[in-house]
């Protein structure tokens, strides 16, 4: 019924965690695609040997020779999947084990859904130390210009609508903004989706994800603004909120902390 599509790469630390959390899930109607990006420590090794001791599971891996992205490393992942619904997971992350019953319910609920997402709690190296929430439960085309509608490692999407869209769409403007491109593809198809309203997902957030936040991608996200308007033809004078996100990029480490967790609705 679901593949999970998860790119892997320099994760051996954390990806153990991250498998034991997929093969613990209280829903176990699923098949897991991994594709190694490149990796220059013992990751590949690690899921290679994760898959041989646990038979069984149904999972692959699939291995890239040099590292290629993350939006070709999950398209390639989606050529391998069969099931109706495609499940998003980090190599660094945790799914809680209701995740996949939770949000597969929705889809049970609504014939016509094609995304479900959910809030996270953001964890580091001590403990969780926040809870996001979503802004909307059913996002409208309008909230696309804001930002990505859907948070994209926990969500799940049914095959056909993500292969309608020919999936991820690769490029340097699309780096680390891959989810909000494909949510503005998906939503311009005339598809809807829906955020729970329960965390079923950890997302391992720490002052060296920041660190890596660069000013390149803040440039990628301006774009995403942009084009959002221009897709869905709204008022032009939208355009101007884009240069939110290159201000954002300016801001000090400390300062941007403290925005982004009032963003998210860290309590």
Same mark, same amino acid.
């Given at each position: 019924?679901?593949?999970?599509?998860?790119?892997?790469?320099?994760?051996?630390?954390?990806?153990?965690? $991250?498998?034991?959390?997929?093969?613990?899930?209280?829903?176990?109607?699923?098949?897991?695609? @991994?594709?190694?990006?490149?990796?220059?420590?013992?990751?590949?090794?690690?899921?290679?040997?994760?898959?041989?001791?646990?038979?069984?599971?149904? @999972?692959?891996?699939? !291995?890239?020779?040099?590292?290629?992205?993350?939006?070709?490393?999950?398209?390639?992942?989606?050529?391998? $999947?069969?099931?109706?619904?495609?499940?998003?997971?980090?190599?660094?992350?945790?799914?809680?084990?209701?995740?996949?019953?939770?949000?597969?319910?929705?889809?049970?609920?609504?014939?016509?859904?094609?995304?479900?997402?959910?809030?996270?709690?953001?964890?580091?190296?001590?403990?969780?130390?926040?809870?996001?929430?979503?802004?909307?439960?059913?996002?409208?085309?309008?909230?696309?210009?804001?930002?990505?509608?859907?948070?994209?490692?926990?969500?799940?999407?049914?095959?056909?609508?993500?292969?309608?869209?020919?999936?991820?769409?690769?490029?340097?403007?699309?780096?680390?903004?891959?989810?909000?491109?494909?949510?503005?593809?998906?939503?311009?198809?005339?598809?809807?989706?829906?955020?729970?309203?329960?965390?079923?997902?950890?997302?391992?957030?720490?002052?060296?994800?920041?660190?890596?936040?660069?000013?390149?991608?803040?440039?990628?996200?301006?774009? @995403?603004?942009?084009?959002?308007?221009?897709?869905?033809?709204?008022?032009?004078?939208?355009?101007?909120?884009?240069?939110?996100?290159?201000?954002?990029?300016?801001?000090?480490?400390?300062?941007?902390?403290?925005?982004?967790? !009032?963003?998210?609705?860290?309590?």
């Amino acid at each position: 019924m679901i593949s999970i599509i998860m790119g892997i790469y320099n994760c051996a630390t954390t990806l153990v965690e $991250a498998l034991d959390s997929i093969v613990n899930q209280t829903y176990t109607n699923w098949e897991l695609i @991994m594709c190694d990006d490149g990796s220059s420590d013992n990751t590949y090794d690690l899921a290679q040997k994760y898959i041989q001791q646990h038979p069984e599971y149904r @999972m692959k891996l699939i !291995k890239h020779h040099k590292n290629k992205g993350l939006n070709q490393t999950l398209n390639d992942c989606l050529k391998e $999947a069969t099931g109706e619904y495609i499940a998003r997971m980090d190599a660094d992350d945790i799914s809680l084990p209701t995740r996949f019953e939770k949000e597969i319910a929705e889809f049970e609920k609504d014939p016509d859904l094609s995304v479900v997402s959910c809030p996270m709690i953001y964890f580091d190296e001590n403990a969780d130390w926040g809870v996001g929430r979503c802004r909307e439960t059913y996002p409208k085309k309008e909230d696309l210009v804001f930002g990505t509608v859907h948070s994209h490692a926990p969500c799940i999407v049914r095959t056909e609508a993500i292969k309608e869209v020919k999936g991820y769409s690769v490029g340097k403007k699309l780096l680390r903004v891959e989810d909000w491109h494909l949510w503005i593809k998906i939503y311009a198809s005339g598809r809807y989706g829906k955020n729970l309203s329960e965390p079923l997902y950890k997302m391992r957030d720490d002052q060296l994800a920041t660190k890596r936040r660069k000013f390149k991608f803040r440039l990628n996200e301006a774009y @995403m603004s942009r084009l959002a308007v221009k897709t869905f033809n709204l008022p032009k004078q939208m355009y101007f909120y884009s240069m939110r996100f290159i201000i954002l990029g300016l801001l000090p480490v400390p300062l941007y902390n403290v925005l982004h967790r !009032k963003k998210l609705g860290i309590r």
